[in-house]
């Protein structure tokens, strides 16, 4: 078990710039996750996948933010137009598809835009 | 719609001595209780869960927490803390559908001092 993984850890990028962040689970995790969590605030849930399928995405924070999981493996989450208040640590984490499975977060990738 | 508060934004406490940590929720059904912890620079770890059962659950490093279904209350407790424990502690609430998906509370930082 290597954990869940996230790159990059941190990323600064200009507003209006494009970003794709990138996160490799559990292997033997079906589900994957996305949180955000700004300075001070507990992780705010985006999105999740049961293997490719996402099965909730209506709390993404705005139609600039989409993500991926192509093939049941690793995910992608990419903000476009970027805005200094997408600045925050971006999470993933996942888990089995039991109830109750408790969720493995990974280090997180550190968004700052300037 | 499930919902986490937590009362504390900051805890100071010297080393061996006890601490509690405060969590309260909504919730409109059942309920599945979790505490994570942040180290710096690092992504949550999970404490403890409880799922059912016995409504006093122990967790790693020496953490329990009890479950008060009436107090809608899941208080996380340590008898004696070390320098070590110095971190953020995060309250977490799942319904067990939307995928496990968790609200959590914005975070208590706990800060030992020797």
């Known amino acids: 078990d290597t954990g869940v993984s996230q790159n990059p850890r941190h990323k600064i990028t200009k507003r209006g710039q494009n970003v794709t962040f990138r996160c490799d689970p559990i292997s033997e995790h079906n589900r994957l996750y996305w949180y955000r969590q700004t300075l001070g605030q507990g992780p705010e849930f985006l999105t999740y996948f049961q293997n490719e399928a996402q099965l909730e995405k209506s709390r993404l924070l705005s139609d600039r933010f989409s993500a991926e999981r192509p093939k049941g493996s690793f995910s992608t989450l990419e903000i476009q137009r970027t805005e200094q208040g997408d600045s925050a640590m971006y999470l993933c984490?996942?888990?089995?598809?039991?109830?109750?499975?408790?969720?493995?977060f990974g280090n997180g990738t550190r968004l700052t835009v300037t | 719609a499930q919902s986490v508060t937590q009362l504390d934004s900051q805890v100071p406490v010297f080393e061996e001595a006890p601490v509690e940590l405060r969590c309260n929720y909504s919730?409109?059904?059942?309920?599945?209780l979790f505490w994570y912890v942040q180290y710096p620079n690092q992504g949550l770890q999970l404490l403890l869960k409880?799922?059912?059962?016995?409504?006093l659950v122990k967790g790693i490093n020496g953490f329990e927490a009890e479950f008060n279904k009436s107090q809608t209350s899941f208080h996380l407790r340590k008898p004696s803390v070390h320098i070590s424990d110095t971190a953020e502690y995060f309250c977490?609430?799942?319904?067990?559908?939307?995928?496990?998906?968790?609200?959590f509370g914005g975070g208590t930082r706990l800060m030992v001092k020797p």
């Open positions: 919730s409109s059904v059942s309920v599945y």
């Open positions: 984490a996942s888990s089995f598809d039991r109830i109750n499975s408790p969720l493995h």
């Open positions: 409880y799922l059912s059962g016995s409504t």
């Open positions: 977490a609430v799942s319904e067990g559908n939307a995928g496990n998906m968790l609200t």
